[in-house]
């Protein structure tokens, strides 16, 4: 089995404000934030709020500039209180699994939104899966998660 290694710029800085950018091959997002942790020797809670991490487009492989403003996903990271490696999910999806995802969200939130099933079993096993890390998404993150997944480039 192969392990893909992608590219992130990491944008950073520390509670003094000093810039901690950082570009890196990495497998994850949350891995790629491990390295800068490592690079810099500071901890997690030294970051500010303004951590960006950005998956930068592999695709092409021509010389010249990569059209940054359309090509690269920023990732935002939530504020959860575990390790920032316990936090992130990225996983690749072929076209058939993506559509997938997508109508099972908006099942979800159509369940959300009109309280449609009444059997109290699938509703605590439904609600025991959307809060397994956290607080289960409002209807209005779900819209957000969403646009993100149709928005996320697509790897050939």
């Keep these: 089995m192969i392990i893909q290694n992608d590219l992130y710029f990491i944008a950073a800085t520390d509670g003094n404000g000093e810039n901690l950018d950082l570009l ?3 497998t ?3 891995q790629a934030v491990d390295f800068l942790l490592d690079y810099y ?9 303004n951590l ?4 930068v487009p592999s695709t092409q492989r021509a010389a010249g ?18 390790p ?7 996983v ?32 605590i096993g439904v609600g025991l899966i959307a809060s397994a890390h956290a607080q289960a998404l409002t209807s209005d993150e779900i819209d957000e998660l969403c646009e993100r997944i149709n928005s996320s480039p697509k790897r050939h």
């Design 24 to 26: 890196v091959r990495a």
């Design 28 to 30: 994850t997002a949350a």
């Design 41 to 49: 020797n500071v901890k997690r809670a030294s970051i500010d709020r």
């Design 52 to 55: 960006k991490v950005f998956l």
């Design 65 to 82: 500039p990569l059209p940054w403003h359309s090509s690269v996903q920023q990732v935002e990271p939530k504020e959860i209180d575990q």
């Design 84 to 90: 920032i490696s316990q936090q992130m999910h990225c």
């Design 92 to 123: 690749c999806l072929l076209d058939q699994e993506h559509d997938t995802v997508l109508a099972a969200l908006r099942v979800y939130q159509y369940y959300l939104n009109y309280q449609l099933c009444g059997d109290a079993a699938f509703d």
